[in-house]
Protein backbone atom coordinates (compact mmCIF):
# COMPACT_ATOMS: atom_id res chain seq x y z
CA UNK A 1 0.00 0.00 0.00
CA UNK A 2 1.07 3.56 -0.77
CA UNK A 3 1.55 5.72 2.51
CA UNK A 4 2.71 2.58 4.68
CA UNK A 5 6.43 3.20 6.37
CA UNK A 6 8.24 -0.35 7.49
CA UNK A 7 10.84 -0.96 10.45
CA UNK A 8 12.77 -4.06 10.39
CA UNK A 9 13.03 -4.93 14.39
CA UNK A 10 12.56 -7.88 16.81
CA UNK A 11 11.54 -10.75 14.64
CA UNK A 12 9.33 -9.03 11.38
CA UNK A 13 8.27 -6.03 10.22
CA UNK A 14 6.44 -3.28 12.00
CA UNK A 15 4.28 -1.32 8.79
CA UNK A 16 2.41 1.91 9.63
CA UNK A 17 -0.50 2.23 7.52
CA UNK A 18 -3.13 5.37 7.48
CA UNK A 19 -5.54 3.47 9.15
CA UNK A 20 -3.46 3.19 12.32
CA UNK A 21 -2.41 7.20 11.85
CA UNK A 22 -5.78 7.63 11.50
CA UNK A 23 -7.38 5.26 14.35
CA UNK A 24 -4.50 6.02 16.79
CA UNK A 25 -4.43 9.96 16.50
CA UNK A 26 -8.26 9.64 17.51
CA UNK A 27 -7.46 7.75 20.63
CA UNK A 28 -4.77 9.88 21.63
CA UNK A 29 -7.23 13.00 20.66
CA UNK A 30 -9.99 12.16 23.09
CA UNK A 31 -6.98 10.85 25.73
CA UNK A 32 -5.69 14.20 25.14
CA UNK A 33 -9.25 15.79 26.59
CA UNK A 34 -9.80 14.08 29.49
CA UNK A 35 -6.07 14.05 30.49
CA UNK A 36 -6.64 17.52 30.47
CA UNK A 37 -9.19 17.38 32.62
CA UNK A 38 -7.44 15.77 35.13
CA UNK A 39 -6.01 18.43 36.09
CA UNK A 40 -8.85 20.39 38.10
CA UNK A 41 -10.41 17.46 39.26
CA UNK A 42 -7.05 16.62 40.84
CA UNK A 43 -7.20 20.11 41.85
CA UNK A 44 -10.52 21.07 43.48
CA UNK A 45 -11.72 17.36 44.15
CA UNK A 46 -8.80 15.10 45.39
CA UNK A 47 -6.26 18.39 46.77
CA UNK A 48 -3.49 17.46 44.59
CA UNK A 49 -1.20 20.30 44.73
CA UNK A 50 -1.61 22.31 41.40
CA UNK A 51 2.18 22.48 40.47
CA UNK A 52 1.83 18.39 40.73
CA UNK A 53 -1.75 18.17 38.87
CA UNK A 54 -0.66 20.60 36.32
CA UNK A 55 2.86 19.26 35.46
CA UNK A 56 1.04 15.64 35.19
CA UNK A 57 -2.21 16.56 33.47
CA UNK A 58 -1.58 18.71 30.77
CA UNK A 59 1.92 17.37 30.47
CA UNK A 60 0.23 13.84 28.91
CA UNK A 61 -2.65 15.93 27.17
CA UNK A 62 0.18 17.57 25.34
CA UNK A 63 2.55 13.97 25.18
CA UNK A 64 -0.60 12.61 23.66
CA UNK A 65 -1.05 15.68 20.95
CA UNK A 66 3.00 15.50 19.92
CA UNK A 67 2.70 11.43 19.70
CA UNK A 68 -0.42 11.72 17.67
CA UNK A 69 1.67 13.95 15.55
CA UNK A 70 4.52 11.57 14.62
CA UNK A 71 2.27 8.42 14.16
CA UNK A 72 3.65 8.51 10.82
CA UNK A 73 6.55 7.19 12.25
CA UNK A 74 6.88 3.43 13.70
CA UNK A 75 8.56 4.81 16.86
CA UNK A 76 5.77 6.60 18.01
CA UNK A 77 3.51 3.92 18.54
CA UNK A 78 5.81 2.73 21.82
CA UNK A 79 5.82 6.23 22.58
CA UNK A 80 2.25 5.97 22.23
CA UNK A 81 2.24 2.87 24.41
CA UNK A 82 4.12 5.02 26.86
CA UNK A 83 1.62 7.21 27.62
CA UNK A 84 -0.94 4.59 27.90
CA UNK A 85 1.06 3.43 31.15
CA UNK A 86 1.51 6.85 32.23
CA UNK A 87 -2.43 7.56 31.96
CA UNK A 88 -2.82 4.33 34.02
CA UNK A 89 -0.78 5.73 36.12
CA UNK A 90 -2.72 9.24 36.83
CA UNK A 91 -5.12 7.22 38.91
CA UNK A 92 -2.42 7.89 42.14
CA UNK A 93 -4.18 11.33 41.49
CA UNK A 94 -7.79 10.80 40.09
CA UNK A 95 -8.62 6.91 41.11
CA UNK A 96 -11.24 6.75 38.53
CA UNK A 97 -8.31 7.50 36.03
CA UNK A 98 -7.56 3.61 36.61
CA UNK A 99 -10.43 3.03 34.75
CA UNK A 100 -10.21 5.34 31.95
CA UNK A 101 -6.49 4.74 31.49
CA UNK A 102 -7.54 1.01 31.02
CA UNK A 103 -9.88 1.92 28.82
CA UNK A 104 -8.01 3.95 26.52
CA UNK A 105 -5.00 1.72 26.43
CA UNK A 106 -7.84 -0.81 25.46
CA UNK A 107 -8.40 1.48 22.67
CA UNK A 108 -5.56 1.90 21.99
CA UNK A 109 -4.20 -1.36 21.27
CA UNK A 110 -7.64 -2.43 19.64
CA UNK A 111 -6.72 0.65 17.09
CA UNK A 112 -3.63 -0.85 15.91
CA UNK A 113 -5.02 -4.42 15.57
CA UNK A 114 -7.83 -3.44 14.22
CA UNK A 115 -5.93 -1.42 11.39
CA UNK A 116 -4.09 -3.61 10.22
CA UNK A 117 -6.31 -6.24 9.99
CA UNK A 118 -8.45 -4.10 7.93
CA UNK A 119 -6.01 -2.97 5.65
CA UNK A 120 -4.42 -6.52 5.56
CA UNK A 121 -1.20 -6.25 7.44
CA UNK A 122 -1.41 -8.79 9.86
Avoid: D
Wanted: hydrophobic share 60%.
Amino acid sequence: MSGEKTVAGGGGRFKVTPGMRRLGASVLGMEAIVLGLVTPVAIVINKVSPGVAVTVGLGLAVACVVVAGMLKRPFAYIAGSVVQVLAIATGFLVPIMFFLGVVFAALWITAIFVARRVEGVT
